[in-house]
């Protein structure tokens, strides 16, 4: 609370304390000036707050759905300066965790990092056969200060749903436990060895190249990998001078992240310059593998049927893909939505093929979602993510490169494999156990229904925001129609005994004697307003 105030976001703080009294009047008489860009602010308290906050935001700003595009942008740019742990620190770790010395385990242990990040970092080996190596080291002490900064988040998440209404609205708690299991996920090294395997494993691009993890050498806590010796995509120096063709390499990129979107279903998801390099014999290394998407065949199909869409100019089909892609709320106003879409789809009104951003299209597909609060699935945020990433770096290497042109042919051979009759055949078989179950428990379930019906056990509920309001309609209209029908029933019953005596001018023996008409009018009379007594009695006359 301490950081937003200085960072004069103390307006989060107040929203959230019951007393009047303002918090931390000190940080907020020195705190940055408010004309400052709400983003940057939000940056620099993530960044003062330490490298869960930081994670927390980059994590964050994969979501265009969840958060406003000045935000985001802000977001991107964001950088922990850590000092490198010490060599002993790394190698009592590696021991303990490996249960041997390094020099056991390693012929070689450089004792400078290659590289230092917010949870661990990064040591040259030579594994015991002569093998190159890196070995990712995490961080001493930074899973409990993670586990304690995310459990004071999830906190701040259900206060701040219990006292703001936009909190509510928004679902931070999901959105927030969401974002904590991708964190926890990051400190578990075994999880990216097996991201970095199942990629290998599916890779079948002969320019791609993804390194091997040693899996005897990998814990939770370390993990080891073969290095590569390439040029990284963000040494743009190296690159100049080296005998690389730029053209291909961007080509190459844009086709592996396509085929890892649209074909595997499992793709990296923050392929930065950083991440990829450059081989010496023309193939493209992918490295670190933290931050992975999985795509689901249903978002495929929906994805390319919003590319389509979009190129086809139809406003219909774009809404179409939304609506399969994400949760649209019940209070959505569809025609703001329409007009919204149509204002996106224009953008893209006789735009040549070659000029068309895919991802720059998904993040305005985004930006929709989110100001009409549409839940995007988080496997398409971080495919947007991907998609506009990789454009970047492909653009970088070659300017003049089309990413839909080479996006286009796997749309038209998935939309070939939608509609090929073997598919769709092995699509029937795979269905055709749970039809046999549904059939097998249709006697079964009349029999239960038959048999509560008979029990006179049978209840049926329904509930809608407007039921009580039209019971308390049909009460009224059920009342008022009761009340008449007795009226008229009085009515027609005195007028006949009326009408009979006036006739006959005499009356029996009997009825001479008694008052008939007027025990008559007591008991209608009596009856009346024991039914206008309980009508007012239920208040709904």
Excluded: C
């Amino acid at each position: 609370m301490s950081t937003l105030a200085r960072n004069s976001l103390g307006f989060a703080a107040d929203e959230l304390k019951s007393t009047g009294k303002t918090w931390f009047a000190k940080e907020e008489d020195e705190a940055l000036p408010k004309r400052t860009n709400l983003g940057t602010r939000i940056r620099l308290s993530l960044e003062e707050l330490g490298p869960t906050f930081v994670k927390l935001g980059q994590i964050a700003s994969t979501r265009p759905d969840l958060i406003p595009a000045d935000i985001i942008a802000e977001l991107e740019k964001l950088q922990y300066h850590v000092k490198p742990f010490s060599y002993a620190e790394a190698a009592r770790l590696v021991e303990s965790e490996l249960h041997a010395p390094l020099t056991e385990l390693f012929l070689s242990f450089s004792e400078e990092p290659l590289a230092a990040a917010s949870i661990g970092q990064v040591h040259r080996a030579v594994l015991k056969d002569g093998r190159q190596a890196i070995v990712k080291i995490q961080r001493p002490g930074i899973q409990a200060t993670m586990e304690t900064d995310l459990d004071i988040l999830a906190e701040w998440a259900r206060i701040s749903e219990g006292k703001m209404a936009w909190a509510r609205h928004y679902r931070l708690r999901d959105a927030v436990d969401e974002l904590i299991r991708s964190m926890l996920k990051e400190l578990n090294y075994l999880e990216e060895a097996r991201n970095a395997e199942r990629m290998k494993t599916n890779n079948s691009l002969p320019y791609v190249y993804i390194p091997e993890v040693y899996w005897e050498l990998t814990t939770k806590r370390v993990m080891t990998m073969e290095y590569v010796d390439g040029i990284p995509l963000s040494d743009h120096e190296r690159l100049a001078v080296a005998e690389v063709d730029h053209k291909q390499l961007a080509q190459r990129l844009a086709t592996s992240i396509f085929t890892q979107i649209l074909e595997d279903g499992f793709f990296h998801a923050d392929p930065h310059p950083g991440n990829v390099m450059a081989l010496p014999d023309g193939k493209v290394a992918f490295l670190d593998f933290g931050m992975v998407g999985t795509l689901p065949e249903h978002l495929k199909q929906h994805f390319v049927s919003f590319v389509i869409a979009l190129r086809n100019q139809s406003t219909k089909g774009v809404i179409r893909a939304i609506s399969n892609m994400g949760v649209i709320p019940d209070e959505v106003d569809h025609d703001r939505l329409s007009a919204d879409v149509e204002e996106m789809r224009q953008r893209y009104y006789q735009v040549p093929l070659h000029e068309v951003s895919v991802g720059v299209a998904v993040n305005d597909l985004f930006a929709v979602a989110y100001k009409h609060h549409i839940r995007i699935p988080s496997q398409m945020t971080m495919l947007g993510k991907s998609m506009l990433t990789m454009e970047g770096v492909a653009t970088a290497l070659d300017p003049e490169i089309s990413v839909i042109d080479i996006a286009e042919p796997f749309g038209k051979k998935m939309l070939r494999d939608q509609f090929n009759p073997f598919k769709l055949g092995r699509q029937v078989m795979e269905e055709i156990p749970n039809y046999l179950d549904l059939i097998r428990e249709v006697p079964l379930g009349f029999r239960q229904l038959i048999k509560v019906m008979r029990q006179g056990k049978l209840r049926i509920e329904a509930n809608s925001p407007q039921l009580g309001e039209l019971q308390h309609q049909l009460d009224r209209i059920v009342n008022r129609l009761s009340f008449s029908i007795v009226l008229l029933a009085l009515s027609i019953m005195m007028l006949g005994l009326i009408i009979g005596a006036a006739i006959s001018g005499t009356s029996s023996p009997i009825l001479a004697k008694l008052p008939v008409i007027e025990i008559g009018l007591g008991i209608i009379a009596f009856m009346m307003l024991w039914l206008l007594l309980a009508i007012f009695r239920s208040g709904r006359f």
